[in-house]
Structures are given as structure tokens and as C-alpha cells.
T-cell receptor, first 116, second 113 residues
Framework: EPEVTQTPSHQVTQMGQEVILRCVPISNHLYFYWYRQILGQKVEFLVSFYNNEISEKSEIFDDQFSVERPDGSNFTLKIRSTKLEDSAMYFC??????????????FGPGTRLTVL | AQSVSQHNHHVILSEAASLELGCNYSYGGTVNLFWYVQYPGQHLQLLLKYFSGDPLVKGIKGFEAEFIKSKFSFNLRKPSVQWSDTAEYFCAVNVGNNRKLIWGLGTSLGVNP
């Protein structure tokens, strides 16, 4: 069964450093998403991506964040200058994006980002 | 702003007990409703969803949920839980044609054998 994969599973970085979180969505999916969950808090939407551009982003997704689909398979989230409060579990998801309504989002296992 | 509330943050049951996890959302328009589950060490996966039609929806592993529009609720139920149901359960909604999911805090369910 196809799965969304994410690397690395755990990333430790120093405050102010850049990090890139990587995701491989399911191959025939067209919509891609990033969510995050700070420990003890709700899962929060960050950004959705379709047709090589951002389709929606939350208030959290400020200029420090960017997403990219550098090739036909990877979907990346970059945080330019990490802050302590960026420490969280980051989930990537993808969905089919076919017409006719909403499609189920399939989630990856997450990347735990720890900013020291 | 839209929000989702899950009333029970930690639930512990014995095997064969019945389960009901509460979920309420705040939005007056069209919503799509979801329950996701995360078993220990595994991905978030969809348990069940409601888009339209019969408000009682059945999902995998014997779970069901009932959409009650007048109460803005989408409670998850299972008549008899098993030890393997030990997991974190998340209620989520998306609003209208918007694809982003809005999540509840999650409920940690422990089932004692």
C-alpha cells in the first residue's frame, strides 16, 4: 500500500540554523500539506500546495517558512532561521485532489524537530 | 474562528467496555468531519469520515460516528473495545471547500487487557 514517507524522523538543530524537512507524497496525489504539533497542543495546519504553488497558508507560515517541490517526488519544508518555538512534530500529508469534492489526506510518520 | 473540541483527553477502559469519545466543532456552515487514529509508533490514519448523507457512518475496526448537526457534534463510538484499540484519537473538520484540516486536541485511549 502506498505511503507518505518523511525524513529525517528526528532532527536536532541550533537556534538560528536552517532546516529542511523532506517528504515523499503518494505518487499520484496532487495536493500536499504540512501540519505541525507542538507537544501538548493541537495539530495545526501550516500550508497546502497544489500545481506547484501554495494554495493556502496559515498565520504560522511566515517568511521564515517555505515549501518546494524540487523534483517529481519530493516535497520539502524549509525553516530559514529556527526558533525555540519551532520545536514540534511536523507532519506531511497528501491527497488525490480529484474533482468532485474533498479527498482523504494521507499522513507521513512525522519529523520531530528539536531546536536547542 | 473555527475550532474543534474533544472532551476527553485521557480515557482508560477495560477490554469489552463500550467507548464514546466526544467531538464538537464550531462552524455554522457545511463541514466535512473526520476521525483519525494514531497507533503507537504509526502514522495518523483515517478511521472514518462524514461528507453528506446518512449521519451515522461506519469506519474501520468496528468504529462508528454519528453526526448531529443541531449539536455540532461528531462523537466516535465502539461497542466493545479491544487492547489493540490503544491509541491516540483525533477529531478533525474541514470547512466548505477548504482543504485544511482543523484538529481537536486528541484523546489518548488506553485499553487494559
Amino acid at each position: 500500500e502506498p505511503e507518505v514517507t518523511q525524513t529525517p524522523s528526528h532532527q536536532v538543530t541550533q537556534m538560528g540554523q536552517e532546516v529542511i524537512l523532506r517528504c515523499v507524497p503518494i505518487s499520484n496525489h496532487l495536493y500536499f500539506y504540512w501540519y505541525r504539533q507542538i507537544l501538548g497542543q493541537k495539530v495545526e495546519f501550516l500550508v497546502s500546495f497544489y500545481n506547484n504553488e501554495i494554495s493556502e497558508k496559515s498565520e504560522i507560515f511566515d517568511d521564515q517558512f517555505s515549501v518546494e517541490r524540487p523534483d517529481g517526488s519530493n516535497f520539502t519544508l524549509k525553516i530559514r532561521s529556527t526558533k525555540l518555538e519551532d520545536s514540534a512534530m511536523y507532519f506531511c500529508a497528501s491527497s488525490e485532489g480529484t474533482s468532485g469534492g474533498y479527498n482523504e489526506q494521507f499522513f507521513g510518520p512525522g519529523t520531530r524537530l528539536t531546536v536547542l | 474562528a473555527q475550532s474543534v473540541s474533544q472532551h476527553n483527553h485521557h480515557v482508560i477502559l477495560s477490554e469489552a467496555a463500550s467507548l464514546e469519545l466526544g467531538c464538537n466543532y464550531s462552524y455554522g456552515g457545511t463541514v466535512n468531519l473526520f476521525w483519525y487514529v494514531q497507533y503507537p509508533g504509526q502514522h495518523l490514519q483515517l478511521l472514518l469520515k462524514y461528507f453528506s448523507g446518512d449521519p451515522l457512518v461506519k469506519g474501520i475496526k468496528g468504529f462508528e460516528a454519528e453526526f448531529i448537526k443541531s449539536k455540532f457534534s461528531f462523537n466516535l463510538r465502539k461497542p466493545s473495545v479491544q487492547w489493540s484499540d490503544t491509541a491516540e484519537y483525533f477529531c478533525a473538520v474541514n470547512v466548505g471547500n477548504n482543504r485544511k484540516l482543523i484538529w481537536g486536541l486528541g484523546t489518548s485511549l488506553g485499553v487494559n487487557p
